[in-house]
């Protein structure tokens, strides 16, 4: 999923780039890239070319070259939204930045919005919401939850599943578009424009249950948003998210396709030492990415029912 695909604004440019784009849809990478290139002498200012040609250069095994024309992309994207950083993190060539891209992802998703919903279903299979909604259900044992945070909302997939169990669901998201898909089904009793880890960070806290279905793969590292939802949270309170997996060494692996992913048996670690309590992990494959099903596990932690929530402990 790329996000940004701006014309030039020059038709002659544009013309090579699409016989740029042909090339390299046949696979002939290395003679897309030159195409690209002699377009971008046409149109150096042009950041979403420089954007294709590191790709071009990147899947032809010009490693050098790639990272070039990603650095052209930082120095030109002043907005932040085409994730230079994390594609040069990705290539080992930047260190990845700290929690959420959130110019990038904010463009992705306001991007992605119109067809989220037929894509990631319909194409992809996706297949954490009702998984998740289970495991919830199943620890709630048919209490009601007072108050719910449903953390990277987006359209409300997650939510529609989660509000027959919560008196009161609420939905954060970075993206506006995805918000305003989310307001229209109706499901949500407030829905607010936020980066999650500042949303929590400002919560006066109670929350009964928390959700992150599909979202933490975009946050980077876990024990940020660990320590932010453990003090939102109310004694006994519940936080079930979803992680893309590696099994690696390290806990953290920076994917091409700018997402991370997570070690498991480290991400439980991680869990524990923040103070939460495993309930339960469910392994799955998330989505399908190019028809192979993305590996990925579901955790459902538990706020231990002794730990007081940030309203409590600021009294
Ligand atoms: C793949 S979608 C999943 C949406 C929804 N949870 C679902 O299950 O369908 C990821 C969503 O998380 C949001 N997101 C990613 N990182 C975020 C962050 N740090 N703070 C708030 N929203 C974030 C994106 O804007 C996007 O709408």
Known sequence: MRPIQFSSGDYAV??????????????????????????LELAP??????????????HAGEAGRATAAYRQVQTLDHDGIFGATLTLAAHGEAPPPVGTDVRYVETL???YAGRFEQELLDDLG?????????MV??????????????????????????RPLCARLEGVDLSQRMLAKAQRKGIYDRLEQAELVTFLSG??????????????????????????????????GLFGFSL?????????????????AH????AAAECEAAGFEVVTTERMGIRRERDVPVDGLVLLVRKPSDQPSAASSAA
Not at 14 to 39: I, N, S, W, Y
Not at 126 to 134: D, H, K, N, Q, S
Not at 209 to 219: E, K, M, N, P, Q
């Open 45 to 58: 200012h042009w950041t979403a070319g420089w954007q294709l040609l590191g790709d071009y250069y990147a």
């Open 203 to 236: 919560d006066a806290g109670g929350i009964e249950l928390l959700t992150a279905a599909d979202v933490i793969i975009y946050c980077g590292t876990l024990p940020p948003v660990l320590a932010v939802a453990l003090r939102a949270m109310a004694p006994g």
């Open 137 to 162: 259900s199943d620890a709630l044992g048919g209490r009601p939850v007072a108050r719910a945070v449903d953390l990277g909302c987006g359209t409300g997939l997650m939510g529609a599943v989660i």
């Open 109 to 111: 998703f306001d991007e």
């Open 126 to 134: 996706y297949a954490v919401p009702p998984v998740l909604g289970r």
């Open 14 to 39: 544009d013309r090579r780039a699409g016989v740029a784009a042909a090339m390299a849809h046949a696979q002939d990478f290395a003679a897309a890239a030159e195409v690209m290139a002699g377009a």
């Open 263 to 266: 070690n498991p048996a480290e």
């Open 244 to 260: 893309e997996l590696h099994e690696g060494t390290g806990t953290l692996l920076q994917r091409r396709q700018l997402r991370y």
